[in-house]
């Protein structure tokens, strides 16, 4: 179910990293029904620039508080405006939207490979996952000060790379990923010590070798993808992908049929 709050307060705004902002409001409604990997549509200012909302995933919840918690990084002129809000002032906010991550089972081995802030819903996830589940991350970003500060206040093993080397290993990490993926498995498919599923978050290009790899090992891969959106609800089909669905090409709506899929859903346009 889904709640439009007009006048959602707003808690706090606090800086994270460079131009990156961690928002958070009170809806009760939302934190109560929202679930990982689904997101919110956030009118951004009070003119008509920017007319639309603008889509952001769930970073946690605090559902006992009712508080509903959003990153962001300042890309264009409605995260500059959503990072002007202070707390105290309101916020209008649909949410939750779209379909989460699947999450239905305990006791397993969990990757979660997040890139820049695409480790935003990995951290509502890992807060459902953590208590059943082993849980490992490889957290990438293009430097230090573009990874959230909340990816390194996890209490699970995590791994960090960035391209510039200013922080973990200098490189992309989908090159962690993959040595963790040979050194557990030693050439062999599908040991015991190998992930059990795999939950990624983050640029095209690191999701598209995420999906390359998951197959290879034999773990299902879920992916959160980002699309340009205008309504949000699967009115405009301004979201739509190139998808595979029981072996016949369709279209997904990223922003109802998603913003997650199975791997083996996505056509990537390489
Ligand atoms: C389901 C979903 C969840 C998202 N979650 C987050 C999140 O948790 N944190 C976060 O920082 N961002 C997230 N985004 C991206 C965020 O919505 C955009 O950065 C934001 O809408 C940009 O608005 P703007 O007015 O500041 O910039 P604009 O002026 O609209 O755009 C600035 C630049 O960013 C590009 N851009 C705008 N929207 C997107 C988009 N959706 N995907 C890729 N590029 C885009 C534009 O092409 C342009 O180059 C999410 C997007 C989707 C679809
Ligand atoms: S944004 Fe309108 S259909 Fe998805």
Redesign the pocket.
Known sequence: MKFHVPNAAIVSQVQTGEN?YTLTISSPDIAREAQPGQ?AHLR?GNSAD?L?R??????DVERDKGWVT?????????????SELKAGETLDVIGP??QGFKTDFSGKKIGLIGG???I??LIFLSRELSQENQLQAFWGARSKELLPTFATAVEFPYAIATEDGSSGRKGLVTEFLLEQLSQDTQGTQNTEESFDFLFA?GP?PMLAAVARLAPKYNIPLQL??????AC?VGACLG?TIKAKKHGKETQFK??QD??VFWAEEVLWDE
Do not use: D, H, W
């Open positions: 990156i997101f951004c920017p639309l603008r889509p952001l995933s769930i970073n959003f990153s962001y990084q300042i890309v264009g002129k409605g995260t500059q405006l959503l939207l779209g820049g802030m695409g935003a819903p978050c095209k959160s993808l980002e699309s340009v959106m949000g979201c990223v922003c998603g913003p």
